[in-house]
């Protein structure tokens, strides 16, 4: 194999030309971005670098990717098509060619329906948006977040640290309800309520006022907000536009399906981070896609080591599998999640009005997930026994409080 192309300039991208040159590779390496900047860590965009007017940690340095790895860098051009038949992608003016080629593109913020754009409605997902985020975090400003998902809390705790006025509207009937359950979504819930940010569920964002810049806000039970800005953060899209067409299989939310080797249905052509649908058989799921910064990091090195090795070979190639982890910053507390606490919680340790609680979650016999308010070191012994597949007793007993 002569050359390796990666599409994705952010974790997942960046951390498969490092893996794939720690793995012996020797040929031409590409690494492509939709943004002009340098690999960058997203996850503080919504927490200290909005609170606490941070700097953005890059990564790393251009001069070890171009001198020390040897990466020719193609960034502020977005990937525009695959032709795998040809064996090249489209990049600006330029057709790359390929001989494996790993997917990073990660996602793209979904927007509200039926709001049309204008001065004052903003996402959050790259440095950029970031900026322009942070200028309007203001005292006393007026803002309104739909969405009571990670980024869109992560944003009110970020505001109200500002000293803005906070309203969050949410559709579903607690925070975080698909992800782990009423209950905890319910103590999530409290703690907006006990920071002082007014949040509205079961219902959504419908109409935006204002000419020329947000004014105002109507939502789905017919109340008006006033509002200076709309922060939309109701999740995000796989960005697989560019493989429309290419053969590569799509699944229904746009993501990439792969094998059990992140490879894609075009052989070759491999896939990391946000947009990949796998098997994880930690998880005894079919499929499974994970947004999250673990998950991006450890399937680009993954993704990558597999793409150079000798293609065709399944023994020199290693499956990919984990035991997800995400981790959210809310008004100074640090809530974390490990494997799929979305199935049937079963047990909570500990007071969800206070300071710290753990909550488990089994399927049969097994425990499969956790959640934990300020509980660090307990959540990650929970992450090592889901991965070594342990029993309901045996999460039992590592919280002797629990039985």
């Known amino acids: 194999m002569n050359t390796l192309l990666v ?26 971005g939709a943004e002009p900047h340098l690999p960058y860590d997203r996850p503080p965009l919504s927490k200290e670098f909005l609170a606490l007017h941070g700097t953005t940690r890059y990564f790393t340095e251009e001069a070890h990717l171009r001198d020390d790895l040897g990466v020719e860098l193609r960034l502020g051009v977005p990937a525009r098509a695959l032709d795998p038949v040809r064996r090249t992608v489209q990049v600006g003016d330029e057709d790359l060619p390929y001989d494996a080629l ?58 109200r640290a500002h000293g803005a006025r906070v309203t969050v ?48 806000v109507r939502l789905s039970d017919g109340t008006e907000l006033a509002a200076d800005v709309l922060v939309v953060g109701i999740g995000a899209a796989p960005a697989t536009g560019w493989l429309l067409g290419s053969g590569v299989r799509l699944h229904a939310d746009g993501g990439v399906v792969c094998d059990g080797y992140l490879q894609t249905t075009v052989p070759g052509v491999y896939a990391a981070g946000d947009v990949v649908h796998w098997p994880n058989p930690l998880m005894d799921l079919p499929l499974m896609r994970c947004e999250n910064w673990t998950a991006a990091a450890e399937q680009g090195a993954a993704a990558a080591r597999n793409a150079v090795r000798t293609q065709g070979r399944a023994e020199v190639r290693t499956p990919f599998e984990t035991v997800p982890y995400v981790w959210s910053d809310w008004y100074g507390q640090r809530i974390q999640f490990v494997g799929r606490p979305a199935d049937d919680c079963r047990v909570v340790l500990g007071d969800l009005d206070g300071p710290t609680f753990l909550a488990l979650y089994r399927a049969g016999e097994r425990v499969v ?29 590592l919280y002797p409080t629990a039985a």
């Open 7 to 32: 599409v994705g300039g952010s974790l997942a991208g960046l951390r498969g030309v490092q893996a794939a040159r720690a793995d012996g590779f020797d040929g031409r390496l590409l690494l492509v």
């Open 369 to 397: 997930g956790a959640v934990a308010l300020n509980q660090p070191g307990k959540i990650m012994k929970y992450r090592r026994l889901i991965a070594g597949r342990g029993t309901w007793a045996a999460a039992l007993d």
């Open 102 to 159: 790993l997917i990073a593109t990660g996602s793209a913020p979904r927007p509200l329906p039926r709001i049309e754009p204008r001065d004052g409605v903003l996402t959050l997902r790259t440095l950029d948006d970031a900026h322009r985020l942070r200028t309007r975090l203001t005292r006393d400003a007026r803002v309104v977040i739909a969405g009571a998902g990670f980024i869109g809390s992560e944003i009110a705790s970020a505001a």
């Open 169 to 216: 509207v949410e559709a579903s009937a607690t925070p975080l309800e698909r992800a782990a359950g009423p209950e905890v979504g319910g103590a999530l819930a409290g703690l907006h309520r006990r920071h002082g940010t007014d949040l509205r569920l079961g219902t959504t964002v419908t109409a935006v006022h204002g000419t020329g810049r947000v004014e105002g």
